[in-house]
T-cell receptor, first 114, second 112 residues
Framework: DAGVIQSPRHEVTEMGQEVTLRCKPISGHNSLFWYRQTMMRGLELLIYFNNNVPIDDSGMPEDRFSAKMPNASFSTLKIQPSEPRDSAVYFC????????????FGQGTRLTVV | GENVEQHPSTLSVQEGDSAVIKCTYSDSASNYFPWYKQELGKRPQLIIDIRSNVGEKKDQRIAVTLNKTAKHFSLHITETQPEDSAVYFCAASMRGNTPLVFGKGTRLSVIA
């Protein structure tokens, strides 16, 4: 397996534009997480899915953020409209639901909003 | 919900010395405590983890200790090498279907 795959690796966009980040989890994993990493706030959990169902989105900073998981092999994180303070590295991670298992991270998407 | 505190935020050691990073957690129901290493520009990767039924685990130069009563756990790296330089994150979770809650990270610099 190629691991968790995220795209794009880098995204530069203008303020006000819509941004869509994509994630393909490891095949067979049934739990998926979206994290945001900044120097100031570290790794923050935005939302997570179990068996494609959103379980907790309390970490999503504002209504401008939304996430979907239409099937077991694909998830998106959308920001509309984007703002400069959204600039960060966004990581997707996946794991298998059972007690105490490792979460595998994707390479991340570095988002810059100018 | 769970809250994880990590100290120190930065740590510099001489090559060959030991490094210790400490974390505390708030939820006594947490039972899984992994440590991740993140090199510059790369993804976090698991280096060692410990479960609540053990107090210590070792893997070569890396060890982790857990004190459930005090709700803290620590990472110990012995005989540090320059390639150990990275940001280290501790995390905690309850069972396998809840997400990891991370500490803020420790930037370790090993000086040759």
């Amino acid at each position: 397996d190629a691991g968790v795959i995220q795209s794009p690796r880098h995204e530069v966009t203008e303020m006000g534009q819509e941004v869509t980040l994509r994630c393909k989890p490891i095949s067979g994993h049934n739990s998926l997480f979206w994290y945001r990493q900044t120097m100031m706030r570290g790794l923050e959990l935005l939302i997570y899915f179990n068996n494609n169902v959103p379980i907790d989105d309390s970490g999503m900073p504002e209504d401008r953020f939304s996430a979907k998981m239409p099937n077991a092999s694909f998830s998106t994180l959308k920001i509309q409209p984007s703002e400069p303070r959204d600039s960060a590295v966004y990581f997707c991670a996946s794991t298998l639901i059972r007690a105490n298992t490792e979460a595998f991270f994707g390479q991340g998407t570095r988002l810059t909003v100018v | 919900g769970e809250n994880v505190e990590q100290h120190p935020s930065t740590l510099s050691v001489q090559e060959g010395d030991s490094a210790v990073i400490k974390c505390t957690y708030s939820d006594s129901a947490s039972n899984y405590f992994p440590w991740y290493k993140q090199e510059l520009g790369k993804r976090p990767q698991l280096i060692i983890d410990i479960r609540s039924n053990v107090g210590e685990k070792k893997d070569q130069r890396i060890a982790v200790t857990l004190n459930k009563t005090a709700k803290h756990f620590s990472l110990h790296i012995t005989e540090t090498q320059p390639e150990d330089s990275a940001v280290y994150f501790c995390a905690a979770s309850m069972r396998g279907n809840t997400p990891l809650v991370f500490g803020k990270g420790t930037r370790l610099s090993v000086i040759a």
